[in-house]
């Protein structure tokens, strides 16, 4: 099977996070023997100029390469979704969107919508990261029967257990206290603010507790100065950083903390768990379906930062056993999810030569 991979993210050496997810997959399907080639955006934003001209790039790749795919697996509905319908319709060739969050919640908005139902109505699959993701694509209108739930996985090789001190000497992270780790871009979604705010809570009981942020984004100075206010001037913030290196920062810390606004699922939160750490996430959105509320994991309201702060002072006071929590992410390991991605791509290619062959173009 040749499969085509249109995403509007990819990681670089300057950008080591962005769409490392997408990536992982691509590499676990080709460990099953699928061929797969990748027309990707390898940038984040660009501005009003810049970003129609990188789409546009996007569109001509797809155009030239879809006739020898056999089918197309395109990331987000719009705009990466129409385009995977432009070059499928053109080249006879079937499509199957995956939605991630924030493209759905874009169906709301008229213009999108217009532009992304031709590649909905059209394709032959349409994979949701999650179980709340797939209720919301269902309340825009999208069948529910056609939507299949499954999330990018988690490589358990390279998200495994390991010792913390040795974790922490690599960092340069002192051998001693609690570290409460947050990964993710610094953004409104993803709640930085709230979530110093539950730490300076938590010092009052836990004084040597520290933060660390791995990410980066808009809100990068208002999270120094906000730490600066709350006291926080220990704050570790290196920024972005290679995924290969993140395991690392996991396994460094005593608990993850994903508080976001809403989160479609949360991959770190599956990550921090394949490497033996606890996680307190958030109950908006599908990081629920994936994180216990007990034991390795607490649900918390993200806009609450008493809450976030007695659900970090609780797993740090009972912190569970790494294996406890690896078990927790072992059903959603890469390697499955990506056995299930093939079979949707193998129906697709399935479904469109038997169209083909019943005249039904």
């Given at each position: 099977m040749r499969v085509l991979c249109l995403t509007n993210m990819w990681p670089t050496e300057a950008q080591p996070d962005y769409g490392a997810f997408v990536a992982a997959m691509c590499g676990a399907l080709e460990a099953r023997g699928v061929a797969v080639e990748v027309a990707a955006i390898e940038a984040r934003g660009g501005g009003p100029l810049r970003t129609p001209t990188k789409y546009g790039r996007l569109a001509a790749t797809a155009a030239r390469r879809a006739h020898?795919?056999?089918?197309?697996?395109?990331?987000?509905?719009?705009?990466?979704?129409?385009?995977?319908?432009?070059?499928?319709?053109?080249?006879?060739?079937?499509?199957?969107?995956?939605?991630?969050g924030g493209d759905v919640a874009n169906l709301s908005r008229g213009v999108v919508r217009a532009a992304t139902d031709p590649g909905l109505r059209g394709?032959?699959?349409?994979?949701?990261?999650?179980?709340?993701?797939?209720?919301?694509?269902?309340?825009?209108?999208?069948?529910?029967?056609?939507?299949?739930?499954i999330n990018m996985g988690v490589d358990l090789e390279r998200f495994a257990p390991r010792e913390r001190g040795p974790a922490r000497a690599r960092l340069g992270l002192p051998p001693d206290g609690e570290i409460i780790l947050a990964v993710g871009g610094l953004t409104d979604r993803k709640n930085p603010l709230t979530l110093l705010q539950a730490v300076e809570r938590l010092r009052a009981t836990r004084p040597g507790v520290r933060l660390a942020l791995v990410g980066s984004g808009p809100l990068a100075a208002a999270v120094g100065r906000g730490a600066e206010r709350l006291g926080l001037t220990d704050l570790v913030a290196p920024g972005a950083v290679p995924h290969d290196e993140v395991a690392?920062?996991?396994?460094?810390?005593?608990?993850?903390?994903?508080?976001?606004?809403?989160?479609?699922?949360?991959?770190?939160a599956l990550e921090a768990l394949a490497v033996g750490r606890p996680v307190v996430a958030t109950a908006v959105g599908g990081a629920r379906e994936v994180v216990p509320d007990h034991g390795p994991g607490r649900i918390v309201d993200p806009l609450d930062p008493a809450r976030i702060a007695a659900a970090l002072d609780d797993v740090l006071a009972r912190p569970p056993a790494a294996?406890?929590?690896?078990?927790?992410?072992?059903?959603?390991?890469?390697?499955?999810?990506?056995?299930?991605?093939?079979?949707?791509?193998a129906d697709a290619c399935r479904s469109d030569g038997e169209t083909t062959a019943s005249g039904n173009t």
């Open positions: 020898a795919a056999d089918v197309i697996y395109a990331h987000y509905l719009f705009p990466t979704g129409a385009i995977a319908a432009a070059a499928g319709g053109l080249a006879g060739t079937p499509w199957v969107l995956t939605a991630h394709a032959s699959g349409i994979i949701a990261v999650s179980g709340y993701l797939a209720e919301e694509l269902a309340g825009a209108g999208v069948a529910r029967g056609r939507i299949r739930v690392d920062w996991m396994a460094a810390a005593d608990v993850l903390a994903m508080v976001s606004r809403v989160e479609p699922l949360g991959q770190v294996a406890e929590c690896r078990a927790a992410a072992a059903p959603y390991a890469l390697s499955q999810q990506a056995a299930r991605v093939e079979s949707v791509l």
